[in-house]
């Protein structure tokens, strides 16, 4: 039998200072961890007071910077810079059953059902998280990816258990993640049923600007206000 590592990491709200009536999962990109994202949290937790968000830390001290995290190795990168796609897929098969288990964990212990959740993820977070989430059996509230990439898009048609709907998010001059994959997510995630809202961000590298932060708290509120 495979021993899952338990995941953890830092948690705000929910602002209301009651119990939670929605759960949002934050994933953190290569090289950070949960603390990198939860300051997230406070942007968005007024217009979601019941919501606690969590950002578990990934599993796997970097490779490349010990101080961080990573949810899969880049260590078999081709010469030319790129991580092959079957690698990808193969890290994010890996990781998938921690994160299930962890998300399904937090979803018990505050009594709440998938339609109550929402995962957010950030470049190799945005890779995992949209792996576990249309892998997910029930439907879960809402997915928002910033500077991410679609693994896997040749099978997701028969891959989807589920079909969340989705924001997208990316910096136009991203020279991390190519801004060019989240335009062929969003057109792969919307010719298999997804319904998909993407935005190109003018002017932005590898990050989340102000205006991606408001438009990832408005599509959050939106799914999870009520």
Not at 131 to 142: E, Q, S, T, W
Not at 156 to 170: C, E, G, R, W
């Given at each position: 039998?495979?021993?899952?590592?338990?995941?953890?990491?830092?948690?705000?709200?929910?602002?209301?200072?009651?119990?939670?009536?929605?759960?949002?999962?934050?994933?953190?990109?290569?090289?950070?961890?949960?603390?990198?994202?939860?300051d997230?949290?406070?942007?968005?937790?007024?217009?979601?007071?019941?919501?606690?968000?969590?950002?578990?830390?990934?599993?796997?001290?970097?490779?490349?910077?010990?101080m961080?995290?990573?949810?899969?190795?880049?260590?078999?990168?081709?010469?030319?810079?790129?991580?092959?796609e079957?690698?990808?897929r193969a890290?994010?098969?890996?990781?998938?059953?921690?994160?299930?288990?962890?998300?399904?964990?937090?979803?018990?212990?505050?009594?709440?059902?998938?339609?109550?959740?929402?995962?957010?993820?950030?470049?190799q977070?945005?890779?995992?998280?949209?792996?576990?989430?249309?892998?997910?059996?029930?439907?879960?509230?809402?997915?928002?990816?910033?500077?991410?990439?679609?693994?896997?898009?040749?099978?997701?048609?028969?891959?989807?258990?589920?079909?969340?709907p989705?924001?997208?998010?990316?910096?136009?001059?991203?020279?991390?993640?190519?801004?060019?994959?989240?335009?062929?997510?969003?057109?792969?995630?919307?010719?298999?049923?997804?319904?998909?809202?993407?935005?190109?961000?003018?002017?932005?590298?590898?990050?989340?600007?102000?205006?991606?932060?408001?438009?990832?708290?408005?599509?959050?509120?939106?799914?999870?206000?009520?």
């Amino acid at each position: 039998m495979t021993t899952l590592t338990p995941l953890d990491g830092p948690t705000w709200g929910p602002a209301s200072g009651g119990k939670p009536t929605s759960l949002v999962v934050l994933l953190h990109g290569w090289g950070a961890d949960g603390f990198d994202l939860i300051d997230l949290a406070p942007h968005w937790g007024p217009h979601l007071p019941g919501t606690l968000f969590v950002a578990p830390n990934a599993p796997d001290v970097c490779e490349m910077n010990p101080m961080g995290r990573q949810w899969f190795s880049l260590g078999d990168m081709s010469p030319s810079g790129g991580l092959s796609e079957g690698s990808m897929r193969a890290g994010a098969d890996a990781i998938r059953p921690a994160l299930d288990a962890f998300i399904d964990g937090q979803l018990a212990a505050h009594d709440l059902a998938d339609d109550r959740l929402a995962l957010v993820g950030f470049s190799q977070g945005t890779m995992v998280g949209l792996h576990v989430a249309i892998r997910r059996p029930a439907a879960m509230a809402g997915f928002v990816g910033y500077s991410g990439r679609l693994i896997g898009a040749a099978g997701i048609a028969k891959d989807a258990a589920s079909k969340p709907p989705m924001l997208l998010v990316h910096g136009a001059i991203d020279d991390v993640v190519p801004s060019e994959s989240t335009e062929s997510a969003a057109r792969d995630l919307t010719a298999a049923g997804f319904q998909v809202e993407a935005h190109i961000r003018p002017g932005l590298g590898h990050g989340i600007d102000p205006e991606g932060l408001a438009l990832g708290g408005a599509f959050l509120a939106a799914r999870l206000g009520g």
